[in-house]
Nanobody, 114 residues
């Protein structure tokens, strides 16, 4: 079992920055992907960024050059640094871990105002 808890969401003006954090516990060694997804009102949940155990990183085209995913050396935390935020980034952001099963955090709200 893997347990995930997100933090760091909030409200920020367009052009501002936020950093999201996700703490993982349980069978950490079983995880081979960790990442962030988001779901905006009226839209389906989408991948924002993902990092593998070999440090391969994938970003959504909409966030390339603005967002950065990283994790600590112990692989117990994953971060999403979000810069140059836009109103269209407004969504609930979910931490995800992929092992034999997919695990999800409870979500954290990010609101970007004009």
């Amino acid at each position: 079992q893997v347990h995930l808890v997100e933090s760091g969401g909030g409200s920020v003006q367009a052009g501002g920055s936020l950093r999201l954090s996700c703490v993982a516990s349980g069978r950490i060694a079983s995880i081979y992907f960790m990442g962030w997804y988001r779901q905006a009102p009226g839209k389906e949940r989408e991948l924002v960024a993902r990092i593998s155990t070999t440090d391969r990183i994938t970003y959504a085209d909409s966030v390339k050059g603005r967002f950065t995913i990283s994790r600590d050396n112990a692989k117990t935390r994953v971060y999403l640094q979000m810069n140059s935020l836009k109103p269209e980034d407004t969504a609930v952001y979910y931490c995800n871990a992929q092992a034999l099963s997919d695990y999800w955090g409870q979500g954290t709200q990010v609101t970007v105002t004009s």
